[in-house]
Nanobody, 114 residues
Framework: QVQLVESGGGLVQAGGSLRLSCVASRSMFSMGWYRQAPGKQRELVATITSGGTTNYEDSVKGRFTITRDNAKNTVYLQMNSLKPEDTAVYYC???????????WGQGTQITVSS
């Protein structure tokens, strides 16, 4: 069972930036981030494959950038121009193969104040 350890959440003012990191205990085909705001369903934020193919939720395009260091089994999410509506618990997600059941991190809170 892969272990995912997240870091980098916190409180930031609107317009500010934060960077999330997630380290996997072994190599994974795809890694990414989902988020869940109070009273809402968990939604995709961004994913990246081991080959570097990325996918972003429309509302974060141009503001968030996902990258990964395959040698360190680590994925990063650079979040710029943060908005109050970005407030949520952010979860790291990883799949060993394209069809594998995803593993989840414990979640990290991001709060953007207006």
């Amino acid at each position: 069972q892969v272990q995912l350890v997240e870091s980098g959440g916190g409180l930031v003012q609107a317009g500010g930036s934060l960077r999330l990191s997630c380290v996997a205990s072994r190599s994974m085909f795809s890694m990414g981030w989902y988020r869940q705001a109070p009273g809402k369903q968990r939604e995709l934020v961004a994913t990246i494959t081991s080959g570097g193919t990325t996918n972003y939720e429309d509302s974060v395009k141009g503001r968030f950038t996902i990258t990964r260091d395959n040698a360190k089994n680590t994925v990063y999410l650079q979040m710029n121009s943060l908005k109050p509506e970005d407030t949520a618990v952010y979860y790291c997600n990883a799949r060993a193969t394209i069809f594998a059941t995803p593993a989840w991190g414990q979640g990290t809170q991001i709060t953007v104040s207006s």
